[in-house]
């Protein structure tokens, strides 16, 4: 069976490359195509990873719009699609790329398994335009890789036959302990330095992300001043590495420079990132991988969001539904870090054999 493998953003690329890992160790062929729907973002997983892609469709256009990616992504990966008889597409979660491609190979008579499937919100709108991509990413696909019960409870609900269904836990989880494994072993770099220079982590320690179309504009401007008036608080560093959506710096450089205790940084390497995750107090997030990952380092996330589709975590109360209402911001990030944690729990997202698990039932069922 030819295997391609197919991704194109940072958390995309962290979370398919245990399975390419994987691949690799068991002898399984299988050729990597990256989109490129994210540019440094995404390198900088390939690097930390070792992944060397056989094909880029380098499509990412500054501040690109939704249909012209789209349009790119198709026409880009029917050129790949042409050129060689795959007989399967692995693609990854909810992303443009991740609908885009299922639905070129779709076009072309090409089975695609789908990994993190299942995750459902069933709000159109929120996140938007994840939910539609990862139910359209489902209809399309022969395989379905779901990371809990839920999800692939999910997935029978729609008619999805229960065979054609494999719960794995997230590849996430894989990831991150390969990563904390090699800090663990003295990995260090020049960014991981700069952190321990300027930040004193001495003090409580708030790590921030955001990218979520859907808050473009009032919901960024509403997180912005939650984190004005945290950063009132005595002994409170904000660390906000700020995603390269040129709609988030805008907001956010223009609310947030020039507090001392607030420090936007770029955005961080994978390892850079999971060691400042593992210093933080409280993470004030929108983001679905970071929802996965920081029960597994025990800190608490505030989802500034509507509607998570990651709700294993808030029944766990590992993570806290809080929108992006700057007073329910403030309020509930102060009273979780007035708490004493309690001892940590069992990830519900996994706990690390997710891409074994997959790559498992690659080799038993879809190699020939
Ligand atoms: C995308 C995904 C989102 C995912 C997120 C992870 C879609 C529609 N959105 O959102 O599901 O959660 O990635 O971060 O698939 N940019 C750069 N360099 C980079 C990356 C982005 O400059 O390495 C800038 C570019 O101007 C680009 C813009 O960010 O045009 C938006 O990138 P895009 O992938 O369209 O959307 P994200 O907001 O990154
Ligand atoms: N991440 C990273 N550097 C950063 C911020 C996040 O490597 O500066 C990692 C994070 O650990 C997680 C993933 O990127 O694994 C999440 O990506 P993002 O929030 O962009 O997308 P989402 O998960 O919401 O789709």
Known sequence: MKLLICFGTRPEAIKMAPVCLELTKQNIPFKLCVTAQHRE?????????????????????????????????LLEMDTILEKEAFKMVLVHGDTTTSSLVALAAFHRHIKVAHVEAGLRTYNKQSPFPEELNRQLTGRISEYHFAPTKQAKTNLLQ????????VVTGNTVIDALNITLEKIKHGYNNSFIEKLKRTINFNNNVILVTGHRRESFGEGFENVCNALLELANTKDIEIVYPVHLNPHVQKTVFNRLSGVS???????????????LMSQSNLIISDSGGIQEEAPSLNIPVLVTRATTERFEGVKAQCSFLVGTETKKIIATAKQIMGKERTSKLSNPYGNGDAAVKIVDFIKNNLID
């Open 261 to 275: 205790n607030i420090h936007l940084i770029a955005p961080l390497d994978y390892p850079s990132f999971v060691w």
């Open 158 to 165: 729609e008619g999805v036959n229960t065979h054609a269904v």
């Open 41 to 73: 973002m995404l390198d900088q997983v390939l690097d930390f990873f070792d992944l060397i892609p056989d094909y880029d469709l380098n499509v990412m256009q500054p501040n690109q719009n939704l249909n012209t990616l789209s349009s790119r992504i």
